[in-house]
Every structure is written in C-alpha cells, then in structure tokens.
C-alpha cells in the first residue's frame, strides 16, 4: 500500500473548519416519496419510488488510522480493492472489529482544543458500485445518517462533503454518473469539529449508520413541499396551506401544472385543486395553495387519522412526477398557562428514545423502530422526546400512523464543556453561529410535514447563549406551528415551555403552583438498574395541576452492547468493558427496557401509573364503581371491562361488560354485575372457604397465625381492548384496578392469635446441650440453637434439613444504582453493610407445653456508638411449627443516626432444591414500597429464577411487598411454609449480598450452594437518584422500631397450602 503524505492536512482540514459545513450539499428539504403516478403514490410502496435504489449491503472497506494514511487514489473507479474487507452498510465500524466502542455521559473523549481533533483520527474508506440505465433524469444521492464526517466521490470526481451525523446529507451526482457501473467512494472521519456539538450521552461509534439511497427526479421537479393547518375557533373547519417550491434545471423555461389532491384513509379524493405556474430556467419557483376542509378528522396521539397529500405536476400533458406526503390536521398553541392540542391542554407522557439496538448501535432496522413504537403504545406512553437528535424519518412516519407526540430535538449537545468550566463557550461564539443553526434548519426543513412533531428542541445541554437564540429566531421563521422547547434557557426567553429535568418534588409543587409558561419534565425518574421509584407521586402532581404538562422518562432502552465470549456466553457491555477510558461506567443502562427489549419492572410500574383509566370505589355493598377517563380525546368505546371477585386465589365470580363510551375527560358511576345480597343467602365466602383449604400441612389443619389477608376479598378490574387496534390484539390490558371487599361479604373477620390445637398426647420434646449448641429434638425434627450467637441455627423435620442457618438480623442490601450518592455515606461513615450481633443474653425454657427461647441482641455497625437492641423469642410448639417473634428499636444518640438505612429484616438459609415459591401479597412482578402500583393482591407462584430480574449491573432485585404468606418447597412439595402477623417483604434467591456486589453482569454472580430467604419488616424506596430525586420522605426507611411475628411450618408433600397459586410467567 502507497501511504502518501498529505501536506493538506492541518488546521484547513475540512473536517476540522467549524467555518465550513459542508461542500455540494444540497440545502435542506422534506423527506418526500416520488411517484410516476396517483396509484403509485396511494400504494406507498417504497420500492416503488421513482427511480429509487438502496445502496445499503455489503461494501468494500479500509480502515485507517488517520485519513492522511489514504493509498494514492483510493477514489478512483480503477483503484484496486480487492485485498480490502466487505462491511455491512449500514453499520459502525467499531461494531464490526474496526476500533472500540466508547462510552461517555460528559467527557469529549479527546482534548478540548476546537475545532481541532486528534491527528490519530481513525477513518474508514468505504466503496462501491451501483448501476443505472436512464439517465436522462436527474439522480439525488441521499445519506441519512453518517458518522462525523465525510467526504464522497462519484467515478472518481468528488461529489462533496458533509458534517452532523444525525441529519440527512443529499448531493445532485446527475453530471458525475455514467450509463451502466458506477463506483461510489466515502471517506468517513471518527472526530471532526462537529464532534464537538455531538458530546450526546452515548456510545462514540462511527461509520455510515443509516441508509444511503439514490433516487431520480425529472429536470422540472418539485424541490420541497411544506404544509400549515389553522382551524376556524370551534376547531372543526381548517384550512390547509400549502407551499410548494418547484425547481426547473433545464435551459429553458417551463409552464407547469400543479394538481394538489387530499385522499382520505379509504383512497377517496375529498379534495383537489389545480394551479399552473411559469417557472423560468435553472430557477426555482414558490408557489402557495389554500384547501379549505369542511370537518376534517383531526390527529390526536389518542386518534391518529390521517391523510394523504398528493402534488401531482405535469407539463404539456405528461406526468412529471407524483410526491406524496401523510398530513394530519392538528394545531398546537400556547393559552396562559398551557398548551392545547386541537385547543384542548393535553397531558404528555413520555419518553426519551435513543436510536439503540445491542448488536447494531445506533443503526435501527424499520422492524426494531416499529417495535418501538408499538411497545410504547401498548404500555399508555403518549409522546417521545428524540434524545439527543433526529432519529430516521421512518421512526416520524411511525409516530404520524399509531399516533405519539413528538419533541423533535436538534443533534446538538456540548455538555462536556461544563467539565472545563466554559459551559457557553461554544453557545456564545459568533464564528459557531452558522454551525448551531444549520442544525436546527435541517431538521426542521425535513420534518415539518408531520403532524406528530409538536416541538422543535434546540437540543440538550448546550448551555444558553446567542448561537442558542439564533436557532430559535431560525425556527420560528421557519416553522411557526410548532412550540420551541429547549431545557437549557431557563429563564424563557427564547422557548414556548418551562422545561426542566431531574426536578425535585418540592421544587416541582413550587413550578405548578405559581403563573408561567407551561411547564415539561422534558428528563425525570432516571430508569438506572432498579427503578425508578417514586413514579405515582410525581403523576399524581403532574395530574393535579394544569401549568404541568406532563414528563419524559429518562429513558426508553439501556444501551448494552451485546457481547460473547468463547464458550457462548452472552452478556450486555456498557463503559469501560472495551477497555474505553475515560468512560462513564453503566450510566448507558438507564432504559426502561432492556437492551433486548423485554421490558423491565420499571415499564410495568410506568405503564399502571400513566394508564388513562382510573377507577374509584363509590359504594362497596353495591359495588358501584367510578371510572374517570383520562383521555383527551378518546372516549371509552373501545374498552371492554372484565371483573373478578376472588379471595386466597378462589375465584367467587367474574364476568365482563362493554364500557361505556363515556367522552374524555369525563367519569361516570358503573355497577359491577354480582348480586351481593344473592352471594350471602348462597354462602358463597362459606363455600370459598371450604374450597381454598389451607389446612393438610402436616399433623395438624389450622394455622395458629392468621395473614393480614387471610379471608380478604378482592374485586379486580381489568380494561381491555374490545376490538384489535394497529398497535394491540383485542383484550390487551389498558388499565387496573383492585379493591378490598371483605366487608361487603362477612363479618369483620378477627386478626389475631388462634387458640392451639389439642397437642397429641403421645408427643414429647427433648433437648440436649453441647457447648454453645443446643438440640431440640423429637421424633422427627430437630431444632438446633446457637446459644452464642442467640439465635436458631438450623430446623430439620423428617430427615430434611428445611433450614440450614438462620435467622439472622440484616439491615444491609446489595447497592441498586439509585443508591450511588448515598452510598459512599453509608459505607464510609455509617460502615452499614457490616452490621454486627452480640447476644447479650441467651435463655432457654419451658413453658407449659412449648418450649421458648429467648434471647437480647446488640446489632451495630463497627465504629458507631448507635444501633438496634433487638429481642427475639422462639416458641416451639411442635414438631413442625414454630413461631418468631422479633422486636427491635434503635438506641444510642440519635443524632448519630443515618438518615436512610437500606433495610430491617432477618435472613435465612435453606436448601438448594427448594425451589417452588407461592405466596399471598403483591405480585406478579418485583415490587417496592415506593414502586408497587402494577402489582396486585392475589396468591402467585414462581421459581427461583423467576424470582430473579437480570439487571445488566447486579444489584438488589426480586422483593416482594406487602406479603403475609409463603410456602417454599421442592418439586415434591417437601418445604416450610410462613405466616406474618402484618404484611412484609421477601426475596429468595441462589446468591448472596456479596455476590451481586462483586459481580459486574449477571452471569458472573457466584451463585451459593444454598438459598437465601430474606424476610423484612421493610426496605427502603428505590428512588431515581442515580439522576434525580432521592426517595421521597414517605419511603425512606429511617432506623425505627420494628417487629416481625412469624409462625413457620413443615410442609410435605400433599400440602394444599396457597394451592390455588397463579404462576407468573402465564400471568
């Protein structure tokens, strides 16, 4: 290979003159479809596209270290390629084994000196030959998306060159294309200056990314079409205007028919309109033309109805061409505080998208956008913010047809100079100026044609300053249907809305209840590992008060990169595990779904808390029902409602009814269908008692503790859909409800302590002592006490050991991401993850036929002169039932006292094998105190390892909430069953603390050779502060007095205990 040198390169480069932005780049322009005629155009076949050709698939490809390392005429046709390697177009090269990912959330990976980049800039030579017939028609080269820079040769002539990655790049090739082969060159640079506007918190990954595709278009043509939409004052009548540019490129000039036609979703013209304009050589001409629609349907996120624009021109008598476009008649405008959709103020619910996919990075196939888009509907989300940039414009049409807002955001962020202290640096450069407003125009000029943008955004984090004010000025001259959102001018001065992020709740109450421009969360509950928490009290604000508009989750998908090592095994990277530095570790896995797209427990709590039916008790004997639609638009004729009434997993009725179509915004009382009256003469709780029969536990048919909700009932309510729609089957499940009902069908039922069973005569407990070790035995168990240690050591019963150590006191849990702020506190100050016990006192006696210890444990951390002083009682009734009854208060100076501590339980170990779980409480899914609307009261079933979430970094996961009855066992239903007195919190799981501490993925947690139970009185809320707010007060778990009253018993095979168990993978 010939490495010539390059005596160009320097501060001149191109890709490193912030002055030039590109070379024969054709200016901005919609994202239009040409047609050789109507039928074609109404089809909407892509391939179809007059004269349109992808060029994605495999390309020739050299990578370098520096583009001056380019062989001696690598762009012309005859150059010889054939020792170069094939890459896939579209692609990043750093995924395909050419460099390394890198992650940063801030940090430019390289020295901050703009607009100058390293000279050890890696480059990648792509090539390729196309082919074409016809070229009597002018042939447009079109790149969505390429990563930084680039530089393109047609056949050898440079065709020109282009920066912003996000934003779509067009060159008229039309005098460099020859009959028959052609051969495309593209020289792609990883760092050019605008690198800088491009510091998004992502993977840097480079290379041609999203499609590049040529398509013709006649020598008189339309250049762009843009449309506006103003509705009468009762929104019911609009008027439709459209602007056409029509650009002539022959030598002489041209007099052009223009027929504008407005197709309905059935194909039916509604509307057309003629017009004939003279347009003079080699210019372009603007031509505008009014429709007025009688009544048209309007496009809502709720209902998205759409038409279908079509231009046809013509000139003396033959068809140019055909361009088509999906309109939809919406309007946003700002009233006061607000701002109205079709004049009603609507409420967003949101997200924040990425384009990420884990094998291939930001290039996202038209399937994976699609299942994007339908897994947000499906889960009641209303609109996305484009975080950090525009996404393809497939993703838009996406958005246009099953209907979600859009902020539409410009690829532009420069956060990393807030960590050299020169925030505006760039944002008050006059020389930047043009390069901040290119941006947004492109943008802009591309998607102003669909009805789901409803904001432009400036862009993130990027400071405030003129370069900021220029692009806003641009936009507005632009496009002035739209709202400008930009989170960084915090004083409004050039934005429509308040935006923030990450605001905390305090400051969030101030926002809503003073006068100003509507307000946004445009970043809020940061979906970082375990969470986020706090979610139904942040809605449940945004919901009471108007100014707030609604908030867009941070954000749709961890960035995980798929890997695999030698053996197969798979895992999902985020920073520093491609040896990338400086990096910001797993701040990339911040999604609400996971890098496959399964969603996590975070969109299941999101989805229940944002759903658009909510529903009231109004009278339990009648069970009268309030539903409040919470649409804007929609009214409840699709739903159908299914109900249930159910105690301890039993079913006592069900049945479904239509909704009715009660309008938006609007509620109405309903009756559930079950004669209450009918059920207490039938003695339908009677029969449900019998049927349930959580007795045949062993010797004995009762519980000596009654669960808080033993004998509860419940009545479920579940909203579906009636019909399928575009995005969901029929019976999807829009939104919940659950109500306890136990009053309406028995008598207060008693919560307390029932009186023992008559003990058989023939039954006797012996015990012996050796050192610190205590046996209690009978015929068939035994119970071992650790008198040092004050505490239970281990219970077997017929030969299994159904406890192998334990109880033990525990307040510490594996750090979940949200914890990282406090974390350092805890473990540095407070030294909370090496809490100690000291028995103080061990006692051990009889009493009447049961035999109690008891003991008084000291449980602090090292170094604290503050603690828990717990006393715990162990009462021994039997062979194969015992009780537990722990209280314990914090004592010392309370001064001293840590403002959150992680947890208050006990732990136990158990058997490997015993691996079948059923309990009575929330579920199905994970649950915690301050993220549990999703989950519902009934009895579930599951196994170890559905009891597990794989979060990409381990951390604590699989609580359980508000539960007062386990039964675990093995497959033969040999195992221990548990009441609680008072609902608690459980997990279970082959792995310790320690081990999801040290491991840095989820297939590298050391699983133990035993189980651990965890059983506590609470745990502290999840929160969203690894960016956000901390837990809000109501769930930070303070060091507080606490109990636990727990009766274990032996289950053996046969048991029908929580028999009528639904297992959660079917739920």
């Given at each position: 290979?010939?490495?010539?040198?390059?005596?160009?390169?320097?501060?001149?480069c191109?890709?490193?003159n912030?002055k030039?932005?590109h070379?024969?780049?054709l200016p901005?322009?919609?994202y239009?479809?040409?047609w050789?005629?109507?039928?074609s155009?109404l089809?909407n076949d892509?391939?179809k596209q007059?004269?349109?050709?992808?060029l994605n698939?495999?390309w020739?490809?050299?990578?370098?270290?520096?583009?001056?390392?380019?062989p001696?005429?690598f762009?012309?046709t005859?150059f010889?390629?054939?020792t170069?390697?094939?890459?896939?177009?579209p692609?990043?090269?750093?995924?395909?084994?050419?460099?390394?990912?890198h992650?940063?959330?801030?940090y430019?990976p390289f020295p901050v000196?703009?607009?100058?980049v390293?000279?050890a800039?890696?480059?990648g030579i792509?090539?390729h030959?196309f082919?074409?017939?016809?070229?009597?028609?002018r042939?447009i080269?079109?790149f969505?998306?390429?990563d930084?820079?680039?530089?393109?040769?047609i056949?050898?002539?440079?065709?020109?060159?282009?920066?912003?990655s996000?934003l779509?790049a067009?060159?008229d090739?039309?005098?460099l294309l020859r009959?028959?082969k052609?051969t495309?060159?593209v020289?792609?640079y990883?760092?050019?200056d605008?690198?800088?506007?491009?510091?998004?918190?992502?993977?840097w990954l480079s290379g041609i990314?999203?499609?590049?595709?040529i398509y013709e278009v006649?020598?008189v043509s339309?250049f762009?079409?843009?449309?506006?939409?103003s509705?009468?004052?009762?929104?019911?009548d609009?008027?439709?205007k459209?602007?056409?540019?029509?650009e002539?490129k022959?030598?002489?000039?041209?007099?052009?028919?223009c027929?504008?036609?407005i197709y309905?979703?059935?194909?039916?013209?509604?509307?057309?309109?003629?017009t004939?304009t003279?347009?003079?050589?080699s210019?372009?001409?603007?031509?505008g033309?009014?429709?007025e629609?009688k009544?048209?349907k309007?496009?809502s996120?709720?209902i998205?109805n759409l038409?279908?624009l079509?231009?046809e021109l013509?000139s003396k008598?033959?068809i140019?061409e055909?361009?088509?476009?999906?309109?939809?008649?919406r309007a946003?405008?700002?009233?006061q505080n607000?701002?109205l959709?079709?004049?009603r103020a609507?409420?967003?619910k949101?997200v924040?998208?990425?384009?990420f996919h884990p094998?291939?990075?930001?290039y996202?196939?038209?399937?994976?956008?699609?299942?994007d888009?339908?897994?947000m509907?499906q889960?009641?989300?209303n609109a996305?913010r484009?975080?950090?940039y525009?996404?393809?414009?497939?993703f838009?049409?996406?958005?246009d047809?099953?209907g979600?807002y859009v902020i539409?955001e410009?690829d532009l962020?420069?956060?990393?100079f807030?960590?050299?202290?020169?925030?505006?640096?760039?944002?008050n450069d006059?020389e930047?100026?043009p390069?901040?407003?290119?941006?947004i125009e492109?943008?802009?000029?591309r998607?102003?044609n669909?009805?789901?943008?409803?904001?432009w955004?400036?862009g993130?984090e990027s400071?405030?300053g003129e370069?900021?004010?220029?692009m806003?000025?641009?936009?507005?001259?632009l496009?002035?249907?739209?709202?400008?959102?930009y989170?960084g001018d915090?004083?409004c001065?050039?934005t429509d809305v308040?935006s923030?992020m990450y605001?905390?709740m305090p400051?969030l109450l101030?926002?809503?209840?003073?006068?100003?421009?509507?307000?946004?969360?445009?970043?809020?509950a940061h979906?970082?590992?375990?969470?986020?928490g706090?979610?139904?009290d942040?809605?449940a604000v945004?919901?009471?008060y108007p100014?707030?508009?609604?908030?867009?989750?941070?954000?749709?998908?961890?960035?995980?990169?798929?890997r695999k090592?030698d053996?197969g095994?798979?895992?999902f990277?985020y920073g520093?595990g491609?040896?990338?530095?400086p990096?910001?570790?797993?701040f990339c896995?911040?999604?609400?779904v996971?890098p496959?797209?399964?969603p996590s427990?975070?969109?299941i709590?999101y989805?229940?808390?944002?759903?658009p039916?909510?529903?009231?008790l109004?009278?339990?004997?009648k069970?009268?029902?309030?539903?409040?639609?919470?649409?804007?638009?929609?009214?409840?004729?699709h739903?159908?409602?299914?109900?249930?009434?159910?105690?301890?997993?039993?079913?006592?009725?069900?049945?479904e009814?239509?909704?009715?179509?009660i309008?938006a915004r609007q509620?109405e009382?309903v009756?559930i269908?079950?004669?209450?009256?009918?059920?207490?003469?039938?003695?339908?709780?009677?029969?449900?008692?019998?049927?349930k029969d959580l007795?045949?536990i062993g010797d004995?048919?009762e519980?000596?503790?009654?669960?808080?909700?033993?004998n509860?009932v419940?009545?479920?309510i579940?909203?579906?859909?009636?019909e399928?729609?575009?995005w969901a089957?029929?019976?999807?499940i829009i939104?919940?409800a659950?109500?306890?009902i136990?009053?309406?069908?028995?008598?207060?039922k008693?919560r307390s302590?029932r009186k023992?069973?008559?003990l058989?005569?023939?039954?006797?407990i012996n015990?012996?002592r050796?050192?610190k070790?205590?046996?209690?035995?009978?015929?068939?168990s035994?119970y071992?006490?650790?008198?040092?240690?004050?505490s239970?050591e281990?219970?077997?019963?017929k030969?299994y050991?159904?406890i192998e150590?334990?109880?033990s006191?525990?307040?510490?849990?594996?750090?979940?991401?949200?914890?990282?702020h406090?974390l350092?506190?805890?473990c540095?100050?407070y030294f909370?993850h090496?809490?100690?016990e000291?028995?103080?006192?061990?006692e051990l006696?009889k009493?009447n036929?049961e035999?109690?210890a008891?003991?008084i444990i000291?449980?602090?951390p090292?170094?604290q002169?503050?603690?828990?002083?717990?006393r715990a009682?162990?009462?021994?009734r039997?062979e194969h039932?015992?009780r537990?009854e722990?209280?314990g208060?914090p004592?010392?100076?309370?001064?001293?006292f840590p403002e959150?501590?992680?947890r208050?339980?006990?732990?136990l170990?158990?058997?490997?094998g015993?691996d079948?779980?059923?309990?009575?409480?929330?579920?199905?899914?994970e649950?915690?105190?301050?993220s549990r609307?999703?989950?519902?009261i009934d009895?579930?079933?599951?196994?170890i390892?559905?009891?597990h979430?794989?979060y990409?970094?381990p951390q604590e996961?699989?609580?359980?909430y508000?539960?007062?009855?386990?039964s675990i066992?093995n497959?033969?239903?040999f195992?221990?069953a548990?009441?609680s007195?008072k609902?608690?919190?459980?997990s279970?799981?082959?792995?310790?603390?320690?081990?999801?501490?040290?491991?840095r993925?989820?297939h590298?947690i050391?699983?133990?050779?035993?189980?651990i139970?965890n059983?506590d009185?609470?745990?502290?809320?999840?929160?969203?502060?690894s960016?956000?707010?901390?837990?809000l007060?109501?769930?930070?778990?303070?060091p507080r007095?606490?109990?636990?009253?727990?009766?274990?018993?032996?289950?053996?095979?046969g048991s029908?205990f929580l028999?009528?168990?639904?297992h959660i993978?079917?739920?």
């Open positions: 290979m010939n490495i010539p040198y390059d005596a160009s390169y320097g501060a001149d191109d890709w490193q912030h030039l932005l070379i024969d780049r901005g322009r919609a239009i479809k040409r050789k005629d109507i039928k155009a089809c892509e391939s007059l004269g349109f050709q992808k698939g495999l020739k490809f050299l990578y370098l270290a520096a583009p001056e390392l380019s001696i005429g762009e012309r005859d010889d390629d054939s170069w390697e094939n890459i896939e177009v692609s990043h090269w750093q995924l395909k084994g050419y460099g390394k990912p992650y940063t959330d801030v430019y000196r703009p607009p100058f390293p000279r800039n890696p480059t792509y090539r030959t082919f074409l017939d016809d070229l009597s028609r042939h080269l079109r969505h998306g390429v930084s820079a680039f530089h393109v040769w056949n050898g002539k440079l065709a020109g060159f282009s920066k912003g996000r779509p067009e060159f090739i039309t005098s009959t028959g052609n495309i060159v020289r792609v990883q760092w050019s605008g690198s800088y506007l491009e510091d998004q918190d992502m993977w990314f999203r499609d590049v595709e006649p020598l339309l762009d079409v843009s449309h506006k939409i509705f009468d004052d009762r929104y019911i609009a008027f439709l459209i602007e056409l540019q029509i002539n022959s030598e002489e000039a041209r007099e052009v028919e027929v504008i036609s309905d979703e059935n194909d039916f013209c509604i509307e057309n309109k003629r004939n003279q347009v003079a050589a210019m372009i001409t603007n031509e033309i009014t429709l629609m009544n048209p309007k496009w996120a709720e998205p038409y279908t079509a231009i013509s008598n033959f140019l055909v361009v088509s476009l999906q309109i939809g008649f946003i405008e700002i009233c607000n701002f959709v079709n004049g609507i409420k967003l949101g924040n998208r990425h384009d094998d291939s990075g930001r996202v196939t038209k399937q994976t956008m699609l299942q888009v339908l897994l509907k889960h009641n989300i996305v484009t975080s950090h525009p996404n393809h414009p497939y838009l049409e996406l958005c047809y099953y979600l539409d410009t962020e420069t956060h990393g807030e960590w050299i202290d020169e925030s505006t640096k760039l944002a006059p930047w100026q390069a901040f407003v290119d941006r492109r943008m802009i000029l998607d102003r669909h009805p789901s943008v409803i904001m955004s400036l993130n400071a405030m370069n900021l004010k220029a806003a000025h641009r936009a507005r001259y496009d002035s249907s739209r709202l400008i959102h989170e915090v004083q001065e050039v308040y923030t605001t905390r400051r101030e926002i809503a209840k003073t006068e100003g421009k509507p307000h946004i969360l445009c970043e809020y979906a970082m590992g375990n969470g986020p706090g979610l139904a942040f809605q945004i919901d009471a100014r707030l508009q609604g908030a867009f989750v941070w954000e749709w998908i961890d960035h995980g990169i798929r090592d053996r095994q798979e895992w990277e520093g491609f040896g990338d530095v990096n910001n570790g797993n896995i911040d999604g609400l996971f496959d797209r399964k427990p975070g969109l709590e989805k229940k808390v944002i759903e039916i909510h529903t009231s109004v009278d339990v004997e069970l009268i029902i309030n539903i409040d639609n919470k649409y804007d638009f929609l009214d409840l004729g739903i159908e409602l299914r109900w249930r009434i159910h105690t301890d997993g039993v079913i006592l009725a069900e049945g009814m239509h909704a009715p179509a309008p509620s009382n009756r269908p079950f004669d209450l009256e009918s059920s207490r003469k039938n003695h339908i709780y009677a029969t449900a008692e019998k049927v007795g045949n004995y048919d519980f000596l503790l009654m669960g808080r909700y033993e509860s419940f009545l479920d579940d909203y579906v859909l009636a399928d729609l575009l089957k029929a019976g999807h939104a919940t659950q109500f306890e136990s009053s309406a069908l028995a008598s207060q008693q302590i023992p069973t008559q058989p005569a023939s039954f006797t015990y012996a050796s050192g070790k205590i046996a209690i035995f009978g015929k068939d035994l071992e006490f650790d008198s040092l240690r004050g239970l281990s219970w077997t019963y030969q050991k159904l150590k334990g109880p006191l525990s307040f510490w849990r594996a750090p979940i991401d949200n914890d990282m406090i350092p506190t805890w540095e100050k909370l090496l809490f100690q000291d028995a103080r006192e061990f006696r009493e036929e035999i109690v008891g003991s000291w449980a602090a090292p170094s002169g503050w603690g828990f002083e717990c009682r162990y009462i021994i039997d039932r015992w537990l722990l209280f208060k004592s010392g100076n309370s001064a001293a959150m501590i992680p208050i339980g006990i732990k170990r158990l058997p490997l015993f079948v779980i059923r309990w009575r409480g929330y579920g199905p899914g649950a915690y105190c301050d609307s999703a989950q519902r009895v579930w079933k599951a196994s390892k559905q009891l979430t794989p990409i970094r996961n699989g609580n359980r508000g539960t007062d009855a386990i066992t497959r033969d239903g195992g221990l548990i009441i007195e609902p608690i919190e459980f279970y799981h082959d792995y310790d603390v320690n081990a999801l501490e040290n491991a993925y989820d590298e050391a699983h133990t050779p035993y189980c139970l059983l009185f609470a745990q502290n809320g999840i929160g969203s502060n960016c956000g707010q901390d837990q007060p109501p769930y930070r778990l303070k007095e606490f109990d636990l009253n727990l009766e274990f018993y032996a289950l053996y095979s029908s028999a009528n168990a639904k993978g079917e739920y």
